[in-house]
Every structure is written in C-alpha cells, then in structure tokens.
C-alpha cells in the first residue's frame, strides 16, 4: 500500500454540488487541480461542518493547517498568506472550537 501525505487543507461549500457527478464543485476542481502534479492524489472530506459562516470555516481551516504544519507537515498545495494560517501563529478574532 502506497504511503499517504497530505498535501492540502481546504474549504468547500457542500451546498454547491456539481450536477454531473455529484461532488461539491470547490473540492472537486481542487482535486483536479492537484493530480495534474500528483495523479494518483485524493480526496477525503475530514469535517462537514453544517450551516456556518465563511469566517468561522476559515478560522477551522486556519487551525488545521497551524496543527499539521505545527506538526511538520509541509502542505505543499496551501498557498495562504494570512499570519492565521502559518506554523506557530496565533489566532486573531475569531476563536474555532
């Protein structure tokens, strides 16, 4: 069995599924994307987080990508450029339960 390495965190609408296949469109095209440099790449919804807002998605996102990279992993696809997002960062405003 090949060894699995994350490669990104990301967030997606799951109210906005593609009408052809079924998947969420954000999730979808992102994974597209990503086995275009790692074709055996793919993809597992880790949380489904129901009704939020975009913020309060982020600051989940933000927190998962701090702990892996807190972690060591290098998340090679995450391109964000915000402080919340980097290794060993704080959080500001809003707090991600």
Same mark, same amino acid.
């Given at each position: =069995?090949?060894?699995?390495?994350?490669? !990104?965190?990301?967030?997606?609408?799951?109210?906005?599924? =593609?009408?052809?296949?079924?998947? %969420?469109?954000?999730?979808?095209?992102?994974?597209?994307? %990503?086995?275009?440099?790692?074709?055996?790449?793919?993809?597992?919804?880790? $949380? $489904?987080?129901?009704?939020?807002?975009?913020? !309060?998605?982020?600051? %989940? $996102?933000?927190?998962?990508?701090?702990?892996?990279?807190?972690?060591?992993?290098?998340?090679?696809?995450?391109? $964000?450029?915000?402080?919340?997002? !980097?290794?060993?960062? !704080?959080?500001?405003?809003?707090?991600?339960?």
């Amino acid at each position: =069995m090949p060894t699995l390495r994350l490669l !990104k965190i990301g967030k997606a609408d799951a109210d906005d599924i =593609m009408p052809t296949n079924g998947r %969420v469109r954000r999730a979808h095209n992102s994974l597209r994307k %990503v086995q275009k440099i790692y074709p055996n790449a793919i993809m597992e919804i880790i $949380e $489904e987080l129901g009704q939020t807002t975009t913020g !309060k998605a982020e600051a %989940v $996102e933000a927190k998962r990508v701090r702990t892996a990279r807190n972690n060591g992993v290098d998340l090679p696809l995450n391109k $964000e450029k915000r402080r919340s997002y !980097k290794a060993n960062s !704080k959080p500001r405003g809003k707090k991600c339960t």
